[in-house]
């Protein structure tokens, strides 16, 4: 059973940075960051190959956020740089098998996730 875990999460002002992190108990998977904002669907912000090398971004966060890991220590990160209000959502990371198309970074490829952390961005 792959167990996630993500921090990093908090209130930052428009323009700021934050940068979240995934503690996995498992890294040969394809990971994944999600968000979902209040009364809105969960969405694919970013993906990442097990290696580390391959990396996917919504439109809407490209050029602003930046996926990465290190498999040594069993970690995913997702850098935020540039926030927006819009921005503002509870974040997952997620795992799956390199065999699901996790390139397109949708919800029901993703098997497993964490609990979530909150990112609110204030005007």
């Known amino acids: 059973q792959v167990q996630l875990v993500e921090s990093g999460g908090g209130s930052v002002q428009a323009g700021g940075s934050l940068r979240l992190s995934c503690a996995v108990t498992?890294?040969?998977?394809?990971m994944g960051w999600f968000r979902q904002a209040p009364g809105k669907e969960r969405e694919g912000v970013a993906s990442?190959?097990?290696?580390?090398?391959?990396?996917y971004y919504a439109d809407s966060v490209k050029g602003r956020f930046t996926i990465s890991r290190d498999n040594a220590k069993n970690m995913l990160y997702l850098q935020m740089n540039s926030l927006k209000p819009e921005d503002t959502a509870m974040y997952y990371c997620?795992?799956?098998?390199?065999?699901?198309?996790?390139?397109?970074?949708?919800?029901?490829?993703?098997?497993?996730w964490g609990q979530g952390t909150q990112v609110t961005v204030s005007s």
């Open positions: 997620a795992a799956t098998s390199p065999l699901l198309p996790w390139r397109n970074i949708r919800v029901p490829d993703f098997r497993y």
């Open positions: 498992y890294s040969a998977y394809c």
């Open positions: 990442i190959s097990p290696g580390g090398g391959d990396t």
